[in-house]
């Protein structure tokens, strides 16, 4: 038996045991020490974040977002079913309403044709979730919040050092969630990042990250003792994390490119079972770079995805489905959503299946799986054909 292919691991760039020791060693670990400001120095120059601050989790930064925006009772937010459960908690966490709309069937986030329908008098804001690291349309996007006086947050979990139209995810809506979990690219161990896009309000923000005190501007000598000013919690990231994260940010372009080679890899092995009608691959658009967070097939049906993850799964290879849609999930359907509100997210979740991406995935595992996935479809043959059955 070969040795099993982990689904994911986390990569480790060399340089994360150095910075942790000089952590260590300035005696300094609480947030905003110096490898803080490294961190946010690196994010903001590289991403053109008007400001940044660390978090605790791209969760943590998502809440945030919403106190920003200052929503409560009775405001709404549009965003998709397909994705993580924590998009929807922090509308939830400000007693606001999620609203729930379908997605497109080429890139799996947000469609944009269907915001506008979705508008009511109480909707306050519009989270895109930039899923695998491929950008929503957002030209559109920040057209319709415009138009309608919406802010825009979005949900760049997966999407750092990913672009859309020559500008850099995060940086586009007014607020925008960064994610450095250990299952994302860029990691350390659990962490994220808030990009603050609109400058009025950076300094509530401080406010809210520092226990709603004013720590901050006492920091700075803008006052002579600090105190409770307004709401708040701890939304800060220690120096502990973002030493290891600086490490990591060091590579950013290396960790992209690596994974780049794997993406089209799978990519060049698989089009010709495309082709043959098996499965579905991921779209790029024009408009978009990724980061290659996720490689993803869609295959025929529920059936057939199933029985290629049993069928790796023997074979030693770890692949994953992925969200269970937020609107059919007990949470959902408290919240009154059906099953069938949301067709194109239902059907694609269903049949969504995603293999190893890692920078140390090493050519010849790679190979193993892609032999391993074309071997199935020579195995089970047309029964389970795909074409044709893409939703439209
Ligand atoms: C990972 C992820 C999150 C949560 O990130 P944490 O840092 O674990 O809180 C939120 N949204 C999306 C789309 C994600 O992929």
Request: proline share 4%.
């Amino acid at each position: 038996m070969q040795p099993v292919i982990p689904f994911t691991r986390p990569f480790i760039s060399g340089n994360e045991n150095r910075y942790l020791s000089q952590a260590i060693d300035s005696g300094s670990l609480a947030a905003d020490g110096y490898f803080t400001q490294r961190c946010t120095s690196l994010i903001s120059d590289k991403f053109g974040v008007g400001k940044i601050v660390m978090t605790p989790s791209c969760t943590a930064a998502l809440e945030m977002a919403i106190l920003l925006c200052d929503l409560g009772p009775g405001d709404e937010v549009i965003l998709p079913s397909f994705t993580f459960a924590s998009t929807a908690n922090a509308v939830i966490a400000a007693h606001a309403k999620p609203i729930f709309v379908d997605i497109r069937p080429d890139t799996l986030n947000l469609n944009e044709e269907l915001i506008e329908q979705a508008i009511t008098p109480n909707t306050k804001a519009i989270m895109p979730v930039h899923y695998g690291g491929i950008a929503c349309e957002m030209g559109k996007i920040m057209d319709i919040a415009q138009r309608h006086q919406l802010r825009v947050i979005e949900d760049a979990a997966q999407a750092v050092n990913a672009s859309y139209d020559g500008r850099w995810l995060g940086s586009i809506g007014h607020l925008g969630a960064f994610s450095f979990h250990h299952t994302k690219n860029y990691v350390c161990g659990e962490g994220g990042a808030l990009c603050i896009n609109e400058s009025d309000l950076t300094s509530r923000a401080d406010i809210i990250r520092e226990k709603g005190t004013n720590r901050i501007q006492f920091l700075r000598g803008d006052v002579d003792k600090y105190t409770w000013v307004n709401r708040g919690s701890s939304y800060v990231l220690s120096e502990i994390n973002c030493a290891f994260l600086y490490a990591q940010l060091e590579q950013l372009d290396w960790i992209t490119e690596r994974r780049r080679e794997t993406f089209e890899r799978y990519l060049y092995h698989f089009t010709s079972i495309e082709e043959e009608g098996f499965i579905q691959l991921p779209t790029i658009p024009e408009s978009c770079r990724s980061n290659y967070h996720i490689f993803y097939l869609i295959l025929r049906d529920v059936t057939a995805r199933d029985g290629l993850m049993r069928f790796l799964k023997e074979r030693g290879i770890e692949a994953a489905f992925h969200y269970v849609p937020l609107h059919s999930s007990p949470m959902g359907r408290a919240l009154g959503y059906h099953f069938d509100d949301l067709p194109i997210t239902q059907n694609l979740s269903s049949r969504l299946l995603r293999l190893p991406i890692y920078p140390q995935l090493t050519e010849r595992e790679q190979l193993r799986i892609i032999d391993e996935v074309k071997s199935f479809f020579q195995y089970t043959g047309t029964d389970v054909l795909v074409r044709d059955l893409t939703v439209a």
